[in-house]
């Protein structure tokens, strides 16, 4: 086995599972030059075939975020039902709608991964397809608060792959009073931490700091209050941040910024990585935050979707679960994963399973028109911040 190249290619290299963040990625990705990857040495656990009409497509092409699944795991689906596995890597949602729109169903993908906010512009354009759940049996094992989301009620079109929310986490040997609110995040930001906080590289978070600050749905579209929320943007956040950065864990290392803006798997990929992790604390902010849902999904016009189905349905499997969780930092949404957790010891399990108290409080996003508005309130922001 040593010797063997594995039929999973990927069109950028593998790199260090330490520096894998949500959405920020190396240099390389997206960049022609195949990199083989070995199972060897893992002892990848299979969940039972589903239901076919016959053998599985001998291929299985799938386009995703950059390093966002087990190469094990892939491999390991690869090596029971003998399916040669393409990987393509995007770094963007409108990345992804955009291969999808101008191949019209024959960009020869089969898998694909699209944030579920996503999701009702890509079915309005026709660019996914039914999914047919009788043939991806391990769905019965979600956890329902994450199905039958807003972008698709019935999961005709999509099932989780990966969730998680957005908060804070701060220095407590620079900021030693107790902080639980984006009002404090705001207040701090213009105080003790005034020129080290950062905020994320994203219009629609960095927007919902203050419509949560002032009690306003995440995902208004009310001109008066997006207006309140720029003067907060604009004139306290902006002058006292730093960068707007998306990894989080590079700018905790660097010891440069007291307080960020972070995704909750990429804070406590930072915890991680740092020498003092017992100076840093991360914040499940109120009144509320993001609770984003990243999606399995198939394309329209997939040359192989019966492959499609078993793989997706091996991915949610809770076999794997642990070993998913493990490798992007984030939960793939099916039930009892947070003990499956706890009994594999897992770091800073409190950071990955946020309470059902902090889930029930917590919006998803949502494509509007009024997303104009947040890109300008942000460009106007980092211009304000000379970033």
């Known amino acids: 086995m040593a010797n063997k190249i594995p039929d999973v290619h990927f069109l950028a290299p593998r790199v260090k599972t330490s520096r894998l963040t949500r959405r920020a990625l190396l240099a390389g990705f997206g960049v022609a030059g195949l990199g083989a990857l070995s199972a060897c040495g893992r002892n990848t656990k299979m969940a039972a075939s589903p239901a076919t009409d016959g053998k599985l497509e001998s291929k299985l092409n799938l386009y995703s975020w950059g390093d966002y699944d087990s190469p094990d795991l892939i491999q390991a689906f690869k090596s029971k039902y003998d399916v040669l596995v393409q990987v393509d890597s995007y770094g963007s949602n409108e990345e992804l709608v955009a291969k999808l729109s101008t191949s019209r169903g024959t960009s020869g993908y089969d898998v694909v991964v699209p944030t579920g906010a996503n999701i ?36 005709k079109y999509s099932v989780c792959k990966a969730w998680g929310t957005t908060g804070f986490v701060y220095d407590t040997t620079k900021i030693t009073h107790t902080m639980k ?46 207006e309140e929320a ?18 989080v864990a590079t700018g905790m290392i660097q010891g440069s910024f007291t307080l960020l803006q972070a995704f909750n798997g990429d804070a406590r990929q930072g915890l991680s990585e740092v020498s003092n992790p017992e100076d840093w604390k991360f914040v499940f902010p109120t009144p509320s935050a993001n609770l984003w849902t990243d999606c399995w999904a198939i394309a329209t016009g997939a040359p192989h979707p019966d492959s499609a189905h078993a793989f997706i349905n091996q991915m949610i499997s809770p076999e794997t679960a642990v070993e998913q969780l493990d490798y992007i930092g984030y939960p793939i949404g099916t039930k009892g994963l947070a003990e499956q957790a706890k009994k594999a010891d897992l770091d800073e399990q409190d950071l990955i399973f946020p309470s059902q108290k902090v889930l029930d409080r917590l919006e998803p996003s949502k494509q509007t028109p009024a997303d104009q508005i947040r890109t300008k309130i942000f460009a106007d922001a980092q211009a304000r911040s000379g970033a």
């Open 120 to 155: 009702p512009q890509m079915l309005e354009h026709d660019l996914l397809q039914e999914l047919d759940l009788d043939l991806i049996p391990n769905f019965k094992h979600m956890d329902p608060n994450f199905t039958n989301q807003y972008f698709d009620p019935d999961n």
């Open 181 to 226: 609110s984006w009002q404090d995040f705001i207040d701090t930001a213009q105080k003790e931490a005034a020129g080290t906080t950062s905020l994320l590289e994203d219009p629609w978070e960095v927007s919902a700091i203050a419509l949560s600050a002032l009690g306003y749905s995440l995902n208004t579209q009310d001109d008066k209050e997006l």
């Open 230 to 247: 720029r003067t907060i943007v604009i004139d306290q956040l902006a002058p006292n941040t730093k960068a707007y950065i998306g990894n």
